[in-house]
């Protein structure tokens, strides 16, 4: 006669099995969460690097002036190059070619959207305009420091039609360059890194999920930790900048906000003028 | 029952294992990825900083502008050079920095500027470890060209008249890694005499 389980066996074995499935379902449910979140974290960081990229190579690029003529060098002769926008942001001025780079042939001023150039030494002696073009940004600036970015419109063979007129007023052979001046800003509304093109003043998405930027101002290159400077004080000092975005957490929290510093020293803010 | 359970969820974690562990090792490529650009950009910087030395000892820059032998290098090379022309890469296999000149060159004449045609020469090229000396590291190459600005307007890439020239520097790395940035330099005699003055006027980093 076969002899069944008794109560006792049959509770025991009952415990183990819920004791057992149980484990496994933890670590099927934890298995699950991870699957989940790593790939949104694993986003999440290359987004900041895509980022971050884009933001530091445009600052990196700040200040680069003129390659020839009596305004040649860094912009930060004339005027501050990188500044703290009004928005929370940070402005960053540079000369993108080393082609389209000009004087004034006639004064220019508030009245005056018709820019008159003379080509100088770097112009190409062939090019129309000194290489400038039409749906391109050009910034004017002078020795006592004024300086404008304007959109360019359309051009002649020696002149320069910008969309408005300069807001300061520009003597004879005051410089004229293709450039870029670009303000990087977080919209806390939308949560989004965003560029904007001064002289346009169009927005441009850089990336999405991005809560907060704050940027701390150095005129320090060589101590690994400075203390920042108030860019109100002297604008022109800056030499370095540590910029730090929150990125937002995602996954109703399961993926924590990210806080990221990156500092850049634009090449053209140290440049020793002159190696003796 | 309770085997099948056992045995579906033992499969299900060794799926969802791998998984992380495929994304993990991405992520861990991708970051060292962008730690090689960023310090590639670094590398091509300073690289510039260091031909922009070496030739302000040069009394004329003239001397660098004319084609050496072969033609791709610079009439006067800097003291740091390779032994060859086809050096060994320090990620491994060979460098061909003539095809290099050549392809820099190609680039330079599609874009079609006006001016003073440009010649790049090959001016100094070594590992970063040689360029830096010290227990850091690194595994990029160095090289640097020199080209009379097209403003020149002597029509003769071989002679600078009007004292200013440009650098184009790059590190190269694995993998296809190859940053560049490029700089104008100009010489400015001292009144009195003395040798003349080097002023870096810009470094803009290439896209």
Redesign the interface.
Known sequence: MTRGFSLVEMLISLAL?VT??GA??H??LA??R??RV??EA?DQ??RT?VAL?AFA?DV??AG?????GIR???LQQFFASVTPSADGGITVWY??S??AQATLATTAGPTIAQLTIAPN???????PAC?FAAGTTVILFDASGCHDVLRIDTVTLTTIQVRAPPACTYATGSAVAQGEVRTYRVDRAARQLVRRDEATGIDLPVLDGVDAMDVDYFDDVVTANPAPVDPALNVRAIRRLRARMRFAASLGGLVPDLIVAIDVTP??LV?????? | M?LL??LF?TA??MA??L??AL??M??TT??AR?RD?RAA?YAA?AATALG??EL?LLPSWSVVLRPGTPSELAGVSARVTDSSLTPAAPWGGTLDLRALTSQLQAETDAAG???DAMAWRLFAYAPLSRFVPGPASSRLYLVVWVSD???D?DHDPSADT?G?I?IHAEALGSDGLRTAV?A?I?RVPVTGGG?D?????????RP
């Open positions: 099995m057992l499935t496994v379902m670590l099927v298995g699950q991870m699957a790593q790939p694993a960081q290359q690097r990229q190579r990196a690029r680069a002036g003129l390659d020839a040649a060098g860094p000369v993108s080393r082609e030494a770097v112009c190409p002696p062939a090019q290489a090449p053209n440049l020793r003028q002159v190696l003796r | 309770p359970t056992a969820a299900l974690l969802l294992g998984a992380l994304l993990g991405g992520e991708l970051a962008d650009a950009e910087r922009a030395a302000r500027v006006p001016g600005d097209r403003a307007g009007n200013s440009v490029e104008t100009q040798p003055v080097v002023r870096l006027l810009s470094v803009r980093p």
